[in-house]
């Protein structure tokens, strides 16, 4: 299970804003390289300033709208007819790179282990490509879960959301990262699994 489950829905409430961004000329991959630039700038601004922990309260506002920004560019792309083998490539290169950007700040908090950090944004990295591979070997592109991107967001935006709050971190976000690792472990498992058992079954066909 994963918050993936919920993306029809949440397109759906996208779809209006949707709308207006191609009535107003905006494209798919201007909205993706938007996102991206952004997340950059975030992380390298709250990593610069890791010792002020107010400032990672942007973590959680802005996983909530960059999760609206990721569903709204494939909406454009799909249903407006911006599909391109570029955007296919931005959309998962700005991912993984955004990703990693966001989670880096982390690292340089007091009481979080900077090598609990680097495992997470490898393993996210390694689960995303896992994803992708499914297409290579005749599935779909796999977003199985149970922490994709969606679940990260959740993850960190409340990490973000506690350590800026003033809570200090120590056991409790130990244990919320190695739960994330694990089950980002578990996550890459699925999606190799169960692209392998849909490309089986295509070749069936």
Same mark, same amino acid.
């Given at each position: 299970?994963?918050?993936?489950?919920?993306?029809?829905?949440?397109?759906?409430?996208?779809?209006?804003?949707?709308?207006?961004?191609?009535?107003s000329g905006v494209?798919?991959?201007?909205?993706?390289?938007?996102?991206?630039?952004?997340?950059?700038?975030?992380?390298?601004?709250?990593?610069?300033?890791?010792?002020?922990?107010?400032?990672?309260?942007?973590?959680?506002?802005?996983?909530?709208?960059?999760?609206?920004?990721?569903?709204?560019?494939?909406?454009?792309?799909?249903?407006?007819?911006?599909?391109?083998?570029?955007?296919?490539?931005?959309?998962?290169?700005?991912?993984?790179?955004?990703?990693?950007?966001?989670?880096?700040?982390?690292?340089?908090?007091?009481? #979080?282990?900077?090598?609990?950090?680097?495992?997470?944004?490898?393993?996210?990295?390694?689960?995303? #490509?896992?994803? #992708?591979?499914?297409?290579?070997?005749?599935?779909?592109?796999?977003?199985?879960?149970?922490?994709?991107?969606?679940?990260?967001?959740?993850?960190?935006?409340?990490?973000g959301l506690a350590?800026?709050?003033?809570?200090?971190?120590?056991?409790?976000?130990?244990?919320?990262?190695?739960?994330?690792?694990?089950?980002?472990?578990?996550?890459?498992?699925?999606?190799?699994?169960?692209?392998?058992?849909?490309?089986?079954?295509?070749?069936?066909?």
């Amino acid at each position: 299970m994963s918050l993936y489950a919920l993306k029809p829905q949440f397109q759906s409430l996208l779809r209006p804003l949707v709308h207006v961004l191609h009535r107003s000329g905006v494209t798919a991959n201007q909205v993706t390289i938007a996102a991206a630039v952004t997340s950059v700038a975030i992380g390298v601004a709250l990593t610069a300033h890791a010792a002020r922990p107010e400032l990672f309260l942007l973590i959680p506002l802005w996983c909530i709208l960059r999760m609206a920004l990721n569903a709204m560019d494939g909406m454009l792309a799909r249903e407006y007819g911006q599909s391109s083998a570029l955007g296919a490539y931005l959309n998962e290169l700005a991912d993984v790179v955004s990703d990693a950007a966001l989670y880096l700040p982390f690292a340089f908090v007091t009481g #979080i282990s900077p090598m609990a950090i680097a495992s997470i944004i490898f393993l996210a990295a390694l689960s995303e #490509i896992a994803g #992708i591979l499914g297409i290579l070997v005749g599935a779909s592109r796999r977003c199985d879960g149970p922490m994709g991107k969606s679940d990260r967001a959740l993850v960190f935006g409340a990490l973000g959301l506690a350590i800026g709050c003033g809570v200090e971190a120590g056991a409790w976000s130990a244990i919320v990262l190695t739960l994330t690792a694990a089950l980002l472990l578990l996550t890459l498992v699925n999606r190799v699994r169960r692209g392998m058992m849909e490309a089986a079954r295509n070749g069936e066909r």
